[in-house]
């Protein structure tokens, strides 16, 4: 990096610094006392008190810079200061983390794009290794982006190169004392950036009240209905059971998963399926026996003690849970129990989408459902498919191998009907059959 301004080794800067000792105005120990005249301009001072009792201790500083000539201008003026010792002199972010951890310096000085990964690296590794050291940021640029890349690498000061000598020192004492050292020239980007974040955070925390708030409304009913589809005999086009599907009543429209998506976003989604839950079952009274309601739930509910709950006093056998796929899997042991909980109050397991998603062999065998639905995506045009049908046969012959039921989605032509008969697909469900309606409706 290059220097620029008051870095210069030699001549006016930190060349030309006078040093002048006087009694404390405290009655203490002498404050070492700096004076730097800097182009010719006004003389300022700067004290670095260290201490109010017992001998000097100095300030430990260690320096990080690619560029030679202003390691040794930094090096003269700690050197020149009675209040500062220098510990180590890197080149790059390596050596500059090796010093530190050897040494433990109460301050780091380190160049922002220096080799090694430069200070973003630099700084996060010295506090890893010696986390009283105080990092000062020291780099040619001023950009927004670059002082808060090494602000949240644990920088507590930022100096642009170019910042007269006492800058240094006033910085130097400011970040031992606790406080943190934004030079002029980057105070103003740093503010603006932090407003424009708390702005940002403000709008977001605002959006997601609203957002909690819709989905409160559907978990406590408002908005919220199931419509239930018929699901046949494909042989007979008898009905045997139906499956209830949540609608959401609100602006904007949306399909139902991405309202349940959007409460899992805002810690609403157990909630929320559970108040579908209670809707959906609330209508199997209605339906003539032996049909059966399946309803979907998500893994997280399965595993939840409080969707058992809702299931005690329901006719199990009259029920089917469908695992949908939405989303991964992440304890297949815990599902498994819960499921297994659910098996032996007598209810039957279905897996949602079966081909598409996140649906897979593996899958279906740690669920080991009882029955297997196929996605409407692969129904669609199985009658002029051969990539769908192959599919479609083969999940059909998985499920006769492992004693489970199929029932084939989104059946909305007599086509596809004829086709899924001779692959060996008992049961179904689409348009062909019944759009989702109210339960009066469907029954």
Known sequence: MRSSGSFR??????????????????????????????????VRTVRLQLTSRGPPLKIRVLIAD??????SALADLIASEDGLTLVGAAADADEAIRLATVNRPEVAIVDVAMPGGGGPRAAREILRSSPGTKVIALSAHEDRATVLEMLRAGAVGYLVKGTAPDEILRSIAQVVAG???????????????????????ESASAERRVREERIARFAFGEGLRIDYQPI???RTREQVGVEALSRFESDPV????????EAVEVGLGIELELAAVRRAVAGLSRLPEPMYLSMN?????????????????IPAKRLVVEITEHEPVDDYDELSKALDTLRARGIRIAIDDAGAGFSS???????????????????????????RRALASALASFAEEMGMAVIAEGVEEGAELATLLELGVRFGQGYLFGHPAALASTA
Not at 66 to 71: F, G, I, K, M, V
Not at 179 to 201: C, D, K, N, P
Not at 367 to 380: E, N, Q, R, V, Y
Request: hydrophobic share 30%.
């Open 361 to 387: 062999l593996r899958h279906t065998l740690r669920i080991a459902p009882d029955i297997l639905k196929i996605d409407m995506s692969i129904t669609h045009d199985i009658d002029k498919d051969r990539g």
């Open 66 to 71: 690619d560029e030679p000539q202003l390691r």
């Open 9 to 42: 080794p030699t001549g006016q800067g930190y060349g030309d610094r006078r040093r002048e000792r006087g009694p404390p105005p405290d009655g203490g120990r002498p404050h070492g006392r700096c004076r730097s005249r800097i182009g010719g301009g006004t």
């Open 179 to 201: 406080q943190a050292s934004l030079s002029a020239e980057v105070m103003g980007g740093v503010v603006h950036e932090l407003s424009t974040q708390l702005r940002r955070e």
């Open 254 to 261: 949306r399909a139902p998963d991405a309202w349940f998506k």
């Open 297 to 313: 739930a998500s893994h997280r509910l399965a595993t939840n003690a409080w969707f058992l709950e809702e299931l005690e006093d």
């Open 232 to 234: 046949v005999d494909l």
